[in-house]
């Protein structure tokens, strides 16, 4: 099979998605000119304007509807999402049961957009005026999202969107447009307006041409490239931007271990290492190394993987061949040049790449020097807690965090010191609930998601002195 036949092959005119597991082709949207962006923009806000003063019960009851939708198509989209980006079909269907969440409470969030009253008169010879707080829709959200998880991520940003009043434009990576384009058919199944969430389609020109296009807020998940791109050509609009981490999970000598490891394969093999939270640096400390990473080969050599649409695959594959490839040359420059010594895997057999294990990994190798997104668990060890947390803050991305200890000192410590947008406690940095803030600092992004969170974020507020 050939390089081509694995990759999304893209034209003038269609994208063509084909199965990153077998090369198979599985669907296939039109691409979108910078013409039709527009217009589909100005219809938006046509349809955002006649929206804008809807009640939130209304706006509760078609987030439901969604979800019921999604409910009842659930097998259908999950088989999509894992023919599309190689995700396992049990990925592929949790993934579907959290957008479900996820829009669901969005409907709950959108009863709660409170504002607040303030009495200006609270200095001696102040205004004896109320200052009432509300929040107002910003108008029309233009939505681009990644690959990794074609459906939630869309539903985060679709979710609080509507909950909030707007109108959103969704652009879906062209590797994995087909869930995208699903959900908006299931919307206009549950009634929605047609205008008021559309899908275009295409890649980084026609990312371009919906920041350009009279956009509100863009809502950007994807790479620090790509979001500075769009960020230097979005001129005054707000930005909301999730941009990636390369993430460490530390385990203490007090940890439980057998747990340690059980979330260590969990969270760095999900979707084959593609998530942006995922474990892409293992930090042991030297008093439990050994018999940690004992525990972990045995763990790792159970793992199946291989084609994503079996019940019993444990992992399935990289999104395409150039990805694989990048993993690969990452792995084999690293053993190459003496910054790690493999312990088992380092070998793909086209987008199935094997789960790999690290150790001894130099704090400069390629497999941990940028986020790295394949099944690579790269071990660092350390003796002394904030050596390990100053080498972590000295990094460029800052999303999230996992520590296994039950040492209280040491919880305080971490939770304190590292630099990151999220620290999880006897959990994995890749653990996150839909309704709680999620984000990073420095090149890990702007502004946090999570459905409450990102309700304000889509919101103007509005004074009015009486």
């Not at 931007?241 to 000598?253: A, I, K, R, T």
Request: hydrophobic fraction near 45%.
């Amino acid at each position: 099979m050939t390089q081509a036949q694995r990759l999304t092959i893209e034209t003038t005119n269609a994208i063509l998605v084909r199965n990153p597991f077998d090369g198979s082709p599985v669907g296939e949207v039109p691409t979108s000119s910078a013409g039709e962006i527009a217009a589909v923009v100005a219809r938006a806000k046509v349809a955002q304007w006649d929206f804008r003063r809807s009640t939130p019960a209304v706006r509760r009851a078609m987030l439901n509807a969604l979800a019921a939708e999604i409910a009842a198509d659930a097998e259908n989209i999950a088989r999509i999402i894992s023919s599309e980006m190689g995700k396992t079909i049990r990925e592929a269907r949790n993934e579907v049961r959290r957008a479900q969440n996820t829009l669901r409470l969005s409907g709950d969030a959108a009863t709660f957009l409170d504002g607040e009253a303030l009495h200006c008169a609270i200095v001696e010879g102040g205004a004896d005026r109320l200052a009432t707080i509300t929040y107002e829709p910003v108008g029309v959200v233009g939505a681009i999202t990644p690959f990794n998880y074609p459906l939630n991520l869309l539903c985060h940003k679709l979710g609080p969107a509507i909950a909030a009043g707007n109108a959103l434009v969704a652009k879906p990576s062209p590797k994995a447009p087909l869930a995208a384009a699903r959900l908006r058919e299931l919307a206009l199944k549950a009634g929605w307006p047609k205008d008021l969430f559309q899908v275009v389609h295409g890649g980084a020109d026609e990312a371009l041409a919906l920041v350009r296009a009279p956009i509100d807020l863009l809502s950007f998940t994807g790479g620090p490239s790509a979001g500075l791109a769009l960020k230097n050509a979005s001129g005054l609009v707000r930005c909301l931007m999730e941009l990636g981490g390369n993430d460490p999970l530390f385990v203490l000598p007090d940890a439980d271990l057998d747990k340690a490891v059980a979330t260590t394969i969990g969270h760095r093999f999900e979707i084959a290492g593609q998530s942006c939270a995922a474990v892409k640096k293992l930090y042991l400390h030297k008093d439990i190394e050994k018999t940690f990473t004992e525990k972990l080969l045995a763990a790792v050599d159970a793992v199946e993987f291989g084609d994503p649409s079996r019940d019993d695959t444990d992992m399935g594959t990289v999104i395409d061949m150039a990805a694989a490839r990048t993993v690969a040359d990452r792995v084999e420059a690293t053993i190459a040049n003496g910054n790690g010594k493999l312990l088992t895997g380092g070998t793909h057999d086209g987008t199935v790449y094997a789960p790999t294990v690290i150790s001894e990994v130099s704090v400069n190798a390629p497999v941990i020097a940028d986020e790295t997104f394949g099944p690579i668990i790269a071990i660092r060890s350390f003796w002394d807690a904030r050596e390990a947390i100053t080498e972590v803050n000295a990094g460029s991305y800052g999303l999230q965090a996992g520590v296994f200890t039950n040492d209280h000192a040491l919880i305080k410590t971490f939770s304190r010191d590292l630099q990151v947008g999220g620290v999880m406690i006897n959990e994995g940095p890749d653990f996150r609930a839909e309704h709680v803030p999620f984000g990073g600092i420095k090149r890990s992004g702007l502004g946090r998601e999570g459905v409450r969170i990102a309700l304000r974020e889509m919101s103007e507020p509005k004074v009015v002195i009486d």
